[in-house]
């Protein structure tokens, strides 16, 4: 009899025992688990992701690409971005698993943690290094408009190429797209909504700001040469969004403007005039300054007033449709009017 009752105590003993390190380790799991874990387990996976846009036309080579909706199996861990603009939404929500970007040109500076040697070059924004690429095994790779040639060859590497470029017809829209697509796909929705929730103050700001003037106009620099920018462009949202007038509506709509002379500008007199340095951006050697204030555009109210505002060419030609990048353009024509 007492054979019996030693053996159902140290029965009871070895279940309490065995029952404690479940609870354990179920409380480890709990702690330490990631966001995959965490989507994977509310079976937000398989997940259907769509491009921001469901094709694009190459303006140089004609060729009309179509985008399409990629399942993923999991989250993905081995990352290639193409698209700055995505690249600094991912690093504001603090996403991890980047393995590859752009390096072979010009980096905007607020990524310029990207620069590392833990981050592989895989070519530039026009030319994507395919080989380096395929060596990478990513098990996503995320590009925009420059890089839609390559599609097709980017998905012989992993079939999970997903377009989260903007349009210059819905640029705002788009934008927002991108972000949710992110936000996801990596389990990083709070985070996105309390970030995009910022821009509400800020957008208040700078449609108050333009509205102190009659009229204004974009234009993009490149070597001594400039191109104007209208409602229908890819600055569009600077009228559009930000609230500033244009200067006339009868721009023709391209990705790098309409031919926009001195004499034009002059003919036009803008209250504002936003200049976008391109040539600094792709790395050559900007005289901007000098060629801009010549002496047809000295006699504009933009240059009497002190209302040229030379904007960041990085920021601007190559980085926008960001968390960041949109941003930081707020901030700096904020600045640079106030």
């Known amino acids: 009899m007492k054979n019996w009752k030693l053996f159902a105590v140290i029965l009871a003993t070895l279940v309490f025992i065995l029952a404690a390190c479940g609870d354990d380790k179920a409380e480890k799991d709990t702690g330490t688990n990631t966001n995959e874990n965490k989507q994977e387990a509310s079976g937000a996976f398989p997940m259907t992701i769509s491009p921001t846009i469901a094709e694009t036309k190459d303006e140089e080579s004609g060729q009309t690409t179509v985008y399409e909706d990629v399942t993923f199996e999991k989250m993905p861990e081995r990352i290639v971005v193409f698209d700055f603009g995505f690249l600094d939404t991912l690093n504001a929500l603090g996403v991890e698993g980047i393995v590859g970007v752009p390096k072979d040109g010009t980096l905007p500076k607020h990524l310029s943690k990207f620069a590392g040697d833990e981050y592989a070059s ?9 080989e380096e690429i395929a060596a990478l095994e990513p098990d996503a790779i995320f590009i925009s ?3 839609a040639t390559f599609y097709d060859q980017l998905k012989e590497i992993t079939p999970n190429v997903v377009f989260v470029g903007t349009s210059q017809d819905d640029y705002w829209g788009t934008f927002e797209k991108s972000v949710d697509i ?10 996105a909504e309390d970030y995009l929730a910022k821009f509400d103050s800020k ?6 700001l333009a509205g102190q003037y009659k009229t204004s106009l974009v234009t993009m620099y490149n070597e001594g040469k400039l191109s104007g ?3 229908n462009s890819r600055f ?5 969004i930000y ?5 006339t509506d009868d721009i023709e709509a391209s990705s790098h403007g309409s031919d926009f002379g001195f004499e034009s500008i002059l003919k036009f007199d803008p209250e504002v005039l936003f200049v976008i340095d391109r ?4 790395g050559g050697q900007s005289n901007i300054e000098a060629d801009m204030e010549n002496d047809i555009i000295k006699q504009t109210q933009a240059y009497k007033n002190g209302k040229i505002v030379y904007l960041d060419g990085a920021l601007w030609y190559l980085s926008g449709g960001g968390l960041q990048s949109e941003m930081l353009k707020i901030e700096e024509i904020l600045e640079e009017l106030k």
């Open 182 to 191: 992110a936000a996801k796909l990596f389990g990083k929705e709070k985070e």
């Open 203 to 208: 957008l208040d700001e700078i449609k108050n």
């Open 145 to 147: 408009g420059r890089q």
């Open 279 to 282: 040539t600094a951006a792709i």
């Open 236 to 240: 569009g949202y600077v009228y559009d």
């Open 229 to 231: 920018f209208g409602k």
């Open 122 to 130: 895989v070519g530039n924004l026009k030319t994507p290094d395919l």
């Open 243 to 247: 609230g500033f007038t244009p200067v």
